[in-house]
């Protein structure tokens, strides 16, 4: 009482295969996109925080030269201040 012989067998196994590595392939294509667009996403998003940082950075280096100035004013205040005082600019 043989349900299939050796030749319907086989071509059980080998359809069974075929649809199994066409199911893996696709899965794994499918996975492989899914990653690529993450990683893409991932990259412009970063590099989105990274030129808001820039920008931030720059305004602090602005801020920065600002502030020297200032004190390259008062510095010449001050020196202004201890001539008079002391009485160097009348060597």
Known sequence: MEFMNDAQIWTMIGAFSALMFSTLTVVS????HVVRSEIGGL??????RFDA???RFDAVDTRFD???ARIDG???DVQAIVKRTFG????
Do not use: K, Q, S
């Open 53 to 55: 940082v820039n920008t």
């Open 43 to 48: 990259r412009n998003e970063m590099n989105a």
């Open 66 to 68: 600002a502030v020297n």
């Open 74 to 76: 008062v510095d010449g």
């Open 29 to 32: 294509t499918l996975f492989i």
């Open 88 to 91: 160097l600019d009348r060597e």
